[in-house]
């Protein structure tokens, strides 16, 4: 071998080397940043040992690990109860307090009653019979999914909602699909049973291939670039097929969407709809103790249900325009139901029925959630005295929501699934007779679906706005912040807005409220703008994560289900974060404005630290 060729063979030797390390360190990686990160961020509080400088470098640090992922998200929360105490920011005893605090309450409770609708097939029975309400046509069909995914997604799971909506979108579009691909062949061959079957198509001569002249017969006319061609039923009932096929292609990726969409809109208009809702609510009680229950489920659902219905209109619109276009006769459907409408309804009552009649269990468990929602509008409206205040809170705000949802959860361990009756209640597994109905719900349900990961969470966020302000943090960093004062605030929050919509597409929108929160907090009180003018949009902003499939849980499950592109979604998704950020901006400075008089510096927010 020459010179040249030892050359050649140690260069390509040396790639499979380079390659080989390369990939290593790709598998090993979270090892590197969780092990190199704090080794390189110890200068800061070498360099400057203050408080701050070490609560700065705790916060930096549980940053880099929320948005590498390179630890679980709880696990990296609970970092505050071992770092705190050992920097000396905080002792070991107030850290652990702020990992249960009435937000994470609320939180458990609005859980369990999210648990016991779906533990009872609820939500199902109330998707599929508001999508028997609307119909099977195209428009309609979007207009539903959506209604429903929304309203779901405000007491239960962003998550569960889309995993239980996408399979019946698919089932309903599919049957839509066979019963029109049927159709077409009926057409087809009534048509070719008639002696004068003829089907004249026109185009230029340009259009026409070779393999087009072989396969259509050869009764070609060609006057002025114009050809007449005589179609056979089989060349045209595969034009037809493959028309079918794109036409469903498409509707399936618009429906997918749609479910998915809906389901992260919806969970902004309650408070209990999505995690970031609560950690404002904690965010605002830790940073401001004498706000006043400033927000609660009644001010919250105020101002986001409005917003929620004005951004799912504006997205259904823009999906609409993108995966079935404005023909809205043809879209919406005029006139009476064809055959393939009434069959593809069919499908959807099938699956109703499959549920049975309304189980005792069911409507315990509608009256207990229907029971909850009436408390906590009653709580405290505002406008009038709410029954927590005459009955318990003359002296002191000792009842919450926390308390209510905490309340009206017990009630499923507590009500019987089946009504009491004379003789046993069926059989077990073990062929023995069930003396006792078993209660609405059971620990071990509750076990299986708690998600105990975000009451974590939640607590480490707590526990990071705690530490900075004990530590001084919050003080410097307000101050620091002072030069905004000169930014329109419509401005400000229109930035943010943006920078926190763009950041929750690479991190947890859990993440993301944690960390900027508190930092929104601090500006607020050094430019002596209303905490809220900031902290609320931003808040929802947090949930606009619509651009990429790894963005949220539902836009993953909807990105294996709908056969969607990347580009689909960022295409999609591009002009929906776009929409969500106007909508929650106008509505900040509109009906927002007036509810928390936003145009004054409110009293409780006059205070000399606050929370990053």
Known sequence: MGFGGRVMSAFTSFKRILRRWLLWLLYHRNYFIIILTPLALLPLPILIPTPPARCGYVIILMALYWCTECMPLAVTALLPVVLFPMMGVMKAGAVSIEYLKD?????????????????????????????????????????????????????????????????????????????????????????????????????????????????????????????????????????????????YDLLTKGMSLCVCYSASIGGTATLTGTTPNIILKGQIDDLFPGNGDVINFASWFGFAFPNMLLMLVLTWLWLQYMFLGFNLKQTFGCGMKTERDREAYAVMRGEYKKLGPMKFAEVGVLTIFVLLVLLWFTREPGFIKGWATVLFNMDGPYVSDGTVAIFMSMLFFVIPSQLPRCGGYGYNEKGKLIKAPPALLNWQVVHERMPWNIILLLGGGFALAAGSEESGLSKWLGESLTPLQKIPPYAISLLLCLLVATFTECSSNTATTTLFLPILASMAIAIKIHPLYVMLPCTIAASLAFMLPVATPPNAIAFSFGNLKVFDMVKAGTILNLIGILTVNLGINTWGYAMFDMGTFPEWANVSTVLP
């Open 103 to 247: 937000s994470n309450m609320l939180f458990i409770g609005g859980l369990l009653v999210a648990i016991a609708v779906e533990h009872w097939n609820l939500h199902k029975r109330i998707a599929l019979r508001v999508l028997l309400l609307v119909g099977v046509r195209p428009s309609l069909l979007m207009i539903g999914f959506m209604a429903v995914s929304a309203f779901l997604s405000m007491w239960i799971s962003n998550t569960a909602t889309t995993a239980m909506m996408l399979p019946i979108a698919h089932a309903v579009l599919l049957q839509l699909k066979a019963t029109e691909a049927r159709a077409d062949a009926r057409d087809i061959q009534a048509a070719a049973d008639n002696e004068g079957f003829e089907l004249e198509v026109t185009e230029t001569k340009e259009e026409l291939t070779e393999t087009d002249k072989k396969q259509i017969d050869t009764n070609i006319q060609l006057e002025d670039k114009v050809c007449e061609i005589k179609l056979t039923p089989d060349i045209l009932q595969e034009v037809k097929s493959k028309e079918i096929d794109a036409k």
